[in-house]
């Protein structure tokens, strides 16, 4: 008996249930939905370590689970490739997220299998990698624009960007959700050495393009009466942690790598603003995220952050100019509680789940194979 329901396979990602980051949880709503819209659903998810494939399903969605042996990188390579392989033997239109191995997706176009591939950053322009691996992302990316049937991005720069490799009716842009989060309990608050209402979140891997050095020099350099909760795992071995740790004042609360996500949304939601000090990148899901909290915005000033935060937001380039900031706006009740309104309306004007999901449905159902 034939499935006439319209099907997609998921490929990129390490699996769901999300576990490990913005594309898993993007994968996890989008295929949730797709299932309750009557799709048929397939999630390639990575095992490490030797092992056979196996099948399961998980709340509707079918599991292909594939064991890589390798650790690390290598392991990932591994995956996406066996994955790929594997998806290459049926018909299925296939949704692929992130083009870290889109040389792979090669073997999808010699089968004529159809793929639609979301381009998420530029990622060989980040600081953190070194030559060869700028070179191989750079031209994975060129690879991407080349082999997908279709390209998505989620932010109108990073669509501009991919114009310049191929023909812009080849794109689409759909950035990423987040739900609103409009109560949260503060029971753990007190734990954490924190008052709502009495300090900012700063939500990042301790990079320097996050600029997580200049905002906790920048808040450092002046008593602010208030708190800067930093969010991460710090090791003093790394230089870059140890300059953060060694320039912050003892307003400068480090809590370590949080995982639990309500406790993460309790964080925000008591949070007085949302320090996002992200210099690349297309639409950040903790940004993203902040303004679904109602978080008042204080970000790195780029053209990625002002897009998305919206102009209410306020901006800084350097320790500095965030010293500067704060300096104004941690005594301006009447703007905090504007920039707070502020980022409730951008979150509902273009950032909830229910349009992100729908805008990618639509488009996978025009992108199915005939």
Not at 33 to 40: D, I, P, S
Not at 58 to 72: K, L, M, N, S, T
Not at 271 to 297: C, D, I, K, R
Request: charged fraction near 20%; aromatic fraction near 10%; include cysteine.
């Amino acid at each position: 008996m034939f499935d006439l329901r319209p099907a997609v396979r998921i490929l990129g990602i390490r699996g769901v249930p999300a576990a490990h980051g913005g594309f898993e949880t993007f994968a996890e709503q989008l295929a949730l939905h797709l299932v309750a819209r009557g799709w048929r659903v397939v999630v390639y998810c990575q095992e490490d370590g030797p092992g056979a494939t196996t099948h399961d399903e998980w709340r509707g969605i079918e599991r292909v689970h594939i064991h890589a042996a390798a650790r690390g990188a290598r392991g990932t390579m591994q995956f996406d490739w066996c994955a790929i392989r594997d998806a290459a033997q049926h018909r299925d239109l296939c949704l692929t997220l992130g083009y870290n191995t889109a040389l792979f997706c090669i073997w999808l176009r010699l089968r004529s299998v159809r793929n639609v591939i979301n381009m998420d950053g530029i990622e060989w322009s980040r600081a953190k990698w070194g030559p060869i691996a700028k070179a191989w992302l750079w031209l994975n990316e060129r690879a991407g624009c080349w082999l997908g049937n279709h390209l998505i991005a989620d932010h109108p720069q990073i669509a501009e960007h991919l114009a310049t490799r191929v023909r812009a009716d080849k794109i689409t842009t759909i950035p990423y959700g987040a739900p609103p989060v409009d109560e949260a309990p503060h029971d753990a608050l007190p734990g954490l050495g924190l008052e709502p209402g009495r300090y900012l979140t700063l939500i990042a891997r301790p990079e320097p393009e996050n600029s997580v050095l200049e905002a906790v020099q920048g808040f450092s350099s002046a008593h602010r009466g208030v708190q800067l909760a930093v969010l991460g795992r710090y090791d003093p071995a790394v230089p870059y942690h140890a300059a953060v740790l060694q320039a912050a004042s003892p307003e400068v609360r480090f809590l370590g790598a949080i995982y639990d996500a309500p406790l993460v949304r309790a964080l925000r939601f008591h949070s007085l603003a949302y320090v996002h000090g992200h210099q690349v990148g297309g639409t950040n899901p903790s940004l993203v995220e902040a303004l679904g909290a109602g978080n008042a915005v204080l970000a790195h000033d780029n053209r990625f952050n002002r897009w998305v935060a919206g102009a209410a937001a306020q901006f800084f380039d350097d320790a500095r100019s965030f010293d500067a900031l704060l300096g104004r706006w941690l005594h301006d009740r009447e703007t905090q509680h504007e920039m707070r309104h502020a980022s409730r309306a951008r979150h509902e004007e273009a950032f909830t789940w229910p349009q992100v999901l729908e805008r990618y449905e639509a488009l996978l159902l025009q992108q199915q194979p005939t």
